[in-house]
């Protein structure tokens, strides 16, 4: 562009925008046949390798992944050109939204403005075709249309609730889609710790069972739904055995039943509840595998689950169908561990971690594959402790939160979406431990 002072600024890139026939009839819009379109051309494109520059000079015939995770991009684009030549851009990493491409037509036409005129493409994922038609209209985008992010697996936001500060509460704590842990929200239900949760409905979930100490409650069963903007509702009835250090994760097509298995009521067991996409906890299942509590839970494989470890210490694992079944023992891998948590990461696999062997704390992780096998010890990451919960956010990615460290600690370390535990993220809200956590939105 030629850069003149007040020029007109187009933002571009939001889609493209349906045009009207005479008669109405939509003429153009997003869809399957822009899709279509552009595979079309992509298939007769040059595709060059990624750029991460701050400039480029493009070249008719070519294809271009602009990646702009670093910095902006400016595009220069031929200073002639011919009837027909096309040239595509894509948002490799997703990032044009936060750093733009900007095109320079470099003297000719764009989408019928003169060069005076400043062109950006401000949208997250977009492919962008640009065909040059005359020196009327010049450059003309052909396709412009952001691509969804698919596949989207997994909720975005999380949520710790209840535990022990010294005092059972209920509180929670919300987690935003970058990880960000939030202050505490006035506790909802009754107080317990040594509870589960798990997502139902593919964007909801709840937190159930749990122990109390109160005279007369002890060990519970009531529930507690979460909404899709995390909001935690008073308590429902209990269904099944009360018991508490128990486990709970997400089975089913797109992850929309959930199940809580084992735990401890007086001595361990090996039962289930399962849970159904609205949220209904069922009556006991009779238990299969090696009876047992203070284990974990988590998804895999995008419709199937797995209770793993427990007291003992064991790492024996249990799969869970996605018809919700349980299976009978495997025989573990790793150390085995107690009072440990477990989430999944990355769309559809697992990770165990944190917790006690058998002689001290421990920050250890096991990863679990996308077929339910579980990996020997990976080495520990962030301070060692028990008594953690864990949850998915952003998607793909996880945390594990609070815990005990000799005291309750608030301390959450963050997962990424290739199963790689970070140090300590300084803790956010009020320490406890043996609370629960789950994702949901």
Known sequence: MSGIIGSKLNIRGSGPIAKLGTDGQVLTSAG???????????????????????????????????????????????????????????????????????????????????????????????????TYIDATQGWIPTIDNAVADVPSIGNTEGIFGYGDDG???????????????????????????????????GDKALFGYGLNLNPGINNMAVTNLVSTTGVISTDTSGVGTARRTLAACSYGTNLDKGIFGFGFNGGTVSMTNLVSNTGVVATDTTGVGTARHSLAACEYGLDKGIFGFGNGPVSTTNLVSNTGVVATDTTGVGTGKFYLGACSYGGDKGIFGFGSDSSSYTSQTNLLSNTGVVATDTTGVGTARQRVAATQYGGGKALFGY??????????????????VAADTTGVGTARAGLAACSFN
Request: include cysteine; aromatic fraction near 8%; charge should be negative.
């Open 403 to 420: 815990g005990y460290t000799g005291s309750p600690s608030s301390l959450t370390n963050l997962v990424s979406g290739t199963g790689v």
């Open 32 to 130: 399957a046949g822009v899709q279509a379109a552009f595979e079309d051309l992509a298939a007769g494109t040059s595709w060059q390798s990624v750029v991460t520059a701050s400039t480029l000079t493009a070249v008719a015939g070519n294809g271009y992944w602009i990646d702009t995770t670093s910095n902006a991009c400016t595009i220069t684009l031929p200073a002639s050109a011919s009837l027909g030549d096309t040239i595509i851009f894509a948002d490799y990493a997703r990032t044009w939204g936060t750093n733009a491409i900007t095109l320079d037509s470099n003297g000719l036409n764009y989408q019928g403005d003169s060069d005076a005129f400043t062109v950006e493409y401000t949208t997250d994922g977009i492919a962008l075709s640009i």
């Open 167 to 201: 005092n059972i509460v209920s509180m929670s704590n919300k987690v935003s889609n970058t990880g960000v842990v939030a202050t505490d929200v006035s506790g909802v239900g009754t107080t317990r710790y040594h509870l589960a949760a798990c997502e139902y409905g």
